[in-house]
């Protein structure tokens, strides 16, 4: 766990808006959130809206996704969900209205995906006019609608319909760019990448990228998948015993372990490693029902989620409710330290709490920067199958923080603990008061609600900062 004056010291640095989140040696722990926006078009339960977030349990939150043009530009994706012009419904507006009520909460905005591709990446990369516009367009709709910072996520550089053999290098170039044009505003830039060792070889000059970044996230899943031969788990911690005896060197780079190792290697500080884990599982059908463990064979995709309706996956929101529905055999891989589950021909390989509890612990055992979570809309945000909801995502601040509120600042209100004591009035304008009897705590006012907060231990709310700050420069 962070020690007591590092954690102060984390807290103090973010709350008072320091342009780069990722900490000084080991001292913080980031938990970066992916929020997949065309989850809000799901059915029923599985609808996944702004309004569902818990802005405290993400240190960051991404809204993803947006696209790039090949002319360099931005494009919104989905511009009647995304912008209030022509009667939309101003999701970004509302994304970033929830640092309103965290106020150290940090929204970025990812540009790319796997949907998007690597072609209009690999054209805009390879010419100085189109890297050029991309910056300033970047640059234009951060400062535009309140986020953070970008994240870039181009899957991948030199890979999926490339145009450019120098991808690799112009992607460096890019990085170099946007850094530069980001950096006097304070944006934060940040990049998805490939983990495994040989995707990222191909994609990544690690030691040449690591300047430019504020924060590195491992996608450290879908290392398995209905594209292997055999049903495999999808982001297993260690190899299996199978594949740690695989004398090609090939399988044992699939698994947490060899990735981060690979990464730390590399040339990556760990401070800026965020460890990547899936809230969904991958799903097979099995050739036999017989043939039910981890290297079995199967005959391709499995079953699609209620929700998410994509043949070969399952939320973690799904599966707990199937497996409530259903007798499901729930078994523990002890080699990989992941669960895997089978009912008749369906088998999936996830992540639960434990799984997620121990991933979590190997990141604090490797002084890495924290966890980044694909996605949101895939935990059990509605508390369908047990009492709390975001049962995944509590574990993980429970382990890197020993809390649930990352940030440091503890809610007093919330939708079972009233406000005691001061109320904000009607009429009150919007912005921060400093309670009047207690310099730590401090609320905001907003259409006649109070939030209420709690600044850490030994900090006070400074009314000329509107941040916490230690307690002997604040004026009481």
């Given at each position: 766990m962070c020690s007591g004056s590092g954690l102060v010291g984390l807290l103090l640095g973010t709350l008072l808006m320091v342009a780069s989140s990722s900490a000084q040696g080991n001292s913080s722990k980031n938990v970066i959130c992916y929020h997949g926006t065309w989850s809000v078009y799901r059915p029923g339960m599985g609808k996944f809206g702004v309004e569902d977030i818990d802005p405290f349990l993400c240190t960051h939150l991404v809204y993803a996704f947006l696209g790039i043009e090949e002319t360099g530009q931005l494009r919104v994706i989905d511009p009647y969900l995304d912008l209030e012009d022509n009667g939309g419904r101003g999701n970004i507006?509302?994304?970033?209205a929830l640092k309103l009520v965290n106020p150290v909460l940090k929204t970025l905005a990812a540009v790319g995906g796997w949907n998007e591709g690597s072609k209009k990446f690999s054209?805009?990369?390879?010419?100085?006019?189109?890297?050029?516009?991309?910056?300033?367009?970047?640059?234009?709709?951060?400062?535009?609608?309140?986020?953070?910072?970008?994240?870039?996520?181009?899957?991948y550089p030199g890979q999926r319909h490339s145009l450019e053999n120098a991808d690799r290098e112009n992607f460096i170039t890019l990085l170099k760019e946007l850094k530069e044009g980001l950096k006097p505003f304070s944006f934060l830039l940040t990049a998805a990448v490939a983990s495994v060792q040989f995707s990222a070889e191909i994609s990544n000059d690690i030691p040449a990228m690591v300047p430019y970044?504020?924060?590195?996230?491992?996608?450290?899943?879908?290392?398995?998948?209905?594209?292997?031969?055999?049903?495999?788990?999808?982001?297993?911690?260690?190899?299996?015993e199978r594949e740690a005896q695989d004398a090609t060197g090939w399988w044992p780079q699939f698994n947490v372990d060899a990735i981060v190792k690979y990464w730390l290697q590399a040339g990556a500080p760990p401070e800026k490693l965020i460890l990547g884990v899936p809230f969904y599982g991958r799903t097979y059908t099995l050739a036999t029902a017989e043939g039910n463990q981890p290297g079995s064979p199967h005959i391709g995709k499995g079953i699609a989620g209620k929700?998410?309706?994509e043949p070969g996956v399952l939320g973690y929101n799904e599966l707990c409710k199937l497996m409530q529905q259903e007798e499901w055999t729930q078994e523990w891989e002890p080699a990989q330290q992941v669960p895997f589950a089978f009912r008749q021909r369906q088998w999936v390989g996830y992540d639960d709490p434990r799984s997620l509890s121990l991933k979590a612990q190997y990141v604090m055992d490797h002084h890495l920067g924290g966890i980044m979570i694909w996605s949101l809309e895939s935990d059990d945000f509605q508390a369908t199958c047990g009492q709390q909801a975001y049962p995944l995502l509590h574990e993980i601040n429970r382990v890197l923080f020993d809390r649930d509120t990352p940030s440091g600042l503890t809610p007093a209100s919330s939708k079972d603990k009233p406000n005691e004591g001061f109320s904000c009035p009607a009429d009150a304008p919007e912005g921060y008061v400093r309670d009047p009897d207690n310099c730590s705590k401090f609320y905001y006012c907003s259409g006649g609600k109070t939030n209420s907060f709690d600044c850490p231990s030994g900090l006070n709310f400074d009314l000329i900062t509107k941040r916490c700050n230690y307690s002997g420069s604040v004026k009481c």
């Open positions: 507006k509302r994304f970033n054209m805009v990369a390879s010419d100085p006019l189109k890297r050029a516009r991309f910056v300033d367009d970047v640059v234009r709709f951060l400062q535009r609608h309140g986020f953070d910072g970008m994240d870039l996520d181009w899957e970044l504020d924060l590195i996230n491992l996608m450290a899943y879908d290392l398995h998948g209905p594209w292997d031969k055999a049903v495999g788990i999808n982001a297993p911690l260690y190899a299996s929700y998410s309706r």
